[in-house]
Every structure is written in C-alpha cells, then in structure tokens.
C-alpha cells in the first residue's frame, strides 16, 4: 500500500490513478537502523508439484489466494509481510512497531500459518496428488533495516539473525516450526518446546541447536508462568488489599463497586489481584475472569468472550456440537429467561448453530445493542444466586467495543 494515500500497489493503475507531476518525490531512503525484531521464515511443500500438474493461471489462483491468507495471519499478530518469492513468506515481528511478545507473537503466527496449510490441503490434493505443508523458522536478534523504498513501504532485512533464520528453515520438516535458543529464552513459559541435537547451518562457523515447537500452553501471561514456578511471600501491599475488601463488603452489602487498578509495569497489579481473588469463599461467591491481550485489540470484546467461556465451563478441545450443548444447558441454568439471548452467545464463542443462529439481517448498531444486552443479562442474572466478583486484567489492551 502507497505510504502517503493508501492505495493498493498490487492493483494495477488506471489511467484515471496515473500519477501526476503534482506527486512529492520519495523520501531519502533510511538506511543502516539497528532495531531487535522476531524474523520468521516460512515456506510452503507442494509448490513445485504444483507447477507441474497444473495450469500456471490455477497455481496462481491458489497462491494469491493462501498469500492474501498469510497477510492476514501475520498482521492479526502485529507484524508485517516483508516479501514474498515463489512459496516462501519472510515475516518481521518488531518492525516497525516493537511489542513485548514478539517472540510469542511470531510463533503464534507460524502455527496458524500451518493449520492454514492444512486447511487448503485437502482442496490441492485432489489435483496434485500430495499434501501441502509448511515448515519454518524462527529468530530472535538484532537486524540492520533498510527502508527501500517509502512509496509501497517494503522494508530490507539484514544480519546474522536474518542468515540464521532463513537456515533454520531449511532444516525444518514438514509441519515443523524451529525456533533459536534466543527465541526459545523468551518464548519458554508459552510454548512446549523439545530440543534438538545441533546442527551445522549453511555460512555459519558454529553450530546451532534448535528448538521444535510441540505445542501452545495454556499460559497467558508470565505472571501465570510465575505462578507454576512459585512466588515469593506476599508483602507491601496490604493498604491495597484492604481496599478492595472494603469494597467486597459494601457490594455484597448490595451497594455494587467498580475497582480499577492502575500502575506501572512489575509494581505488583496482577499479584494484588492474584491474592484478593484467592481470598475469596467461591462457595459465596462467583468470580469471572477475563483477560485482554496485546495482540486482540482487533477482536471485538475479546475479555468478555474470554470470561464468557470461562465462566461457561467452555473448552476447545470439545467439538463444536459437544461446545453448544454446554453451552445451551450451562445458559440456561443460570437462569432460563436467558434463552432468548442464546444466538448472541453462540455467536459471540464462534459456535455454530442452526437452531440458534442470529437473524441474518441484525447487524451494525443493532447487533451491537443485542450484545452488549446479552452480556449485561448474563450478568446479572449471575448475582440472582450469588455475589459476582468480576476481574477485567490488562485493560490497557481492550479493544474499542470493549
């Protein structure tokens, strides 16, 4: 996309688009700035097979189809396409926008870029005969950035960290993500990761012992991390505590209390929280807990769907027909007048439903009024048996209809 208006450089220009002796010239291009990013690299098995059996106009269907895919999965974790060649993607997670969980981030995305692979398989198969796969890997380190070019924005990677990646990826097998030791040290508490013996990469005097990722933990944050491992005692924040007991005491007085907790980073906000949550009889009272992430600031009311299935007793590993039966009975055991907001929840959990499916014409202002409605039911509904504690963590990243 054009950096100064927007428009879409992959589409060819019309007469009417030609640019005109009006245009600024580019910027000098930016050369030679140091930044710590994540670089993935990725490519896909099949490709050549692909070429062979088929038509160059399908391959081309096929690839602008799973390349507009891969765009969307990198920059739903925050990070950018830097190019793609043939059936390789090069992917930047640091650039130009730095975030804590990079690392994590990059990761994320190369999972949901195999099951993407997965996904299409079956469809190319068919016609090809084989499977496709995608097999990656991943870096963390510092790059040298090359900005080259300010009109469509492409940006020029180099360093030992970028060679490195893009060896790693060679040694990676089908469906196989690796990972260096340096973006395994921040990485651990999210991902079960199994190492490698180590291996000689092509250009490199040393050796390198990658890590295969195996799976993604149930862990969303290093607090949680911390709790597995064991905390220290307790200190320094007994005023705080005993603030929000006061306040428990007034609202199960019946006076309703909104607590918010606001500090810098490491000063104790989730520990504090951590030990009034433990405080609590839950055989007196409910809690609900949602958490916002740094990469859902484009999921709508990604905390509230998180203390939804929560507190729905919702699992992914359910199928999706196990998941709506839950679902069902766990509604309306709270309270059967909650029924008739069944379709909102279903589709606020990404379940399908044919008994329960949203009217096909509500949307917009009105599909919001429903949610927020049906959030507020089920709610309040909650307290008709018990008190409700409700924990809302890191709402500096809630998304805006949150």
Not at 117 to 122: F, N, Y
Not at 158 to 178: H, P, S
Not at 336 to 355: C, D, K, N
Request: proline fraction near 5%; glycine fraction near 8%; charged fraction near 25%.
């Amino acid at each position: 996309y054009c950096g100064g208006c927007a428009r879409d450089l992959s589409q060819a220009i019309t007469p009417t688009e030609a640019p005109t002796s009006t245009r600024s010239p580019p910027s000098t291009t930016h050369t030679g700035e140091r930044r710590q990013a994540t670089i993935l690299f990725s490519d896909l098995s099949g490709y050549t097979a692909m070429n062979e059996e088929l038509d160059p106009e399908e391959v081309e269907g096929i690839m602008s189809r799973i390349k507009a895919e891969v765009v969307k999965i990198v920059e739903s974790h925050g990070g950018i396409v830097s190019q793609f060649v043939g059936d390789e993607v090069l992917a930047l997670f640091g650039i130009p926008t730095a975030n804590e969980d990079d690392p994590r981030r990059a990761v994320r995305a190369a999972l949901e870029l195999h099951e993407l692979a997965h996904s299409m398989s079956p469809e190319v198969e068919e016609k090809i005969g084989r499977p496709l796969h995608m097999h990656t890997g991943i870096n963390t380190g510092l790059i040298v950035t090359n900005l080259r070019d300010d009109r469509d924005g492409r940006v020029g990677v180099t360093g030992d960290t970028v060679n490195t990646g893009a060896r790693l990826k060679t040694l990676a097998e089908k469906d196989e993500v690796l990972v260096t030791p340096q973006t395994r040290r921040l990485i651990a508490p999210y991902f079960e990761l199994e190492a490698l013996p180590e291996a000689a990469l092509k250009g490199r005097s040393e050796a390198v012992a990658p890590f295969r990722v195996v799976r993604e933990l149930e862990v969303d944050s290093r607090f949680d991390a911390s709790e597995q491992r064991g905390f220290t005692p307790f200190t320094g924040r007994e005023k705080e505590l005993d603030v929000l007991n006061q306040c428990l005491e007034r609202a199960l007085g019946g006076e309703g209390q909104l607590v918010t907790i606001v500090g810098e980073a490491g000063v104790g906000k989730s520990r504090l929280l951590y030990e009034f949550r433990h405080s609590l009889d839950r055989s007196k009272i409910n809690v609900l807990q949602g958490r916002c992430q740094s990469y859902g600031l484009n999921t709508p009311y990604l905390p509230l769907v998180d203390a939804l299935r929560r507190g729905l007793q919702l699992s992914d590993e359910e199928t999706p027909e196990r998941m709506e039966q839950m679902a069902v009975a766990n509604v309306t055991a709270i309270d059967p007048a909650l029924e008739r907001y069944l379709p909102a929840y279903l589709h606020l959990l990404s379940i399908p439903s044919r008994e329960y499916g949203l009217p096909k014409d509500l949307a917009g202002d009105a599909l919001r009024v429903v949610l927020q409605e049906a959030f507020a039911a089920i709610t309040t509904q909650t307290t008709r048996h018990r008190p409700l504690v409700f924990f809302l963590e890191d709402w500096h990243w809630a998304d805006e209809a949150s």
